[in-house]
């Protein structure tokens, strides 16, 4: 089991930045796959972003490519997502998420530890 801590959200304009990180509490921190999910209001958890444990191949949904970009630091237990080009319909909360084994995974259910979320609000 790993605790994870979620930090960074905010009020941002449409075209802006914002940096989420994720702390997790584990000195195991390296062999977990980590995930970036979201959810707005009225509807159900998405993915947006995961990286493996290693930090290879992060992957994206669609709608963050080339704007959203995932990382890591295992020195220091965190994941980062960094956010540009921010867009209304961003606005969500947001969950950092912590799978404990297996491929790396896109949907929700694979992922046994989750942060409580912050949240994330782009207006227009």
């Known amino acids: 089991q790993v605790q994870l801590v979620e930090s960074g959200g905010g009020l941002v304009q449409a075209g802006g930045s914002l940096r989420l990180s994720c702390t997790a509490s584990r000195r195991t921190f390296t062999g977990y796959n980590m995930g970036w999910f979201r959810q707005a209001p009225g509807k159900e958890r998405e993915f947006v972003a995961a990286?493996?444990?290693?930090?290879?191949?992060?992957f994206y949904a669609d709608s963050v490519k080339g704007r959203f970009t995932i990382s890591r630091d295992n020195a220091k237990n965190t994941v980062t997502l960094l956010m540009n080009a921010m867009k209304p319909e961003d606005t969500a909360v947001y969950y950092c998420a912590a799978q404990s084994q297996g491929r790396l995974a896109v949907s929700a259910v694979f992922y046994d530890n989750w942060g409580q979320g912050t949240q994330v609000t782009v207006s227009s």
């Open positions: 990286i493996s444990w290693s930090g290879d191949a992060p």
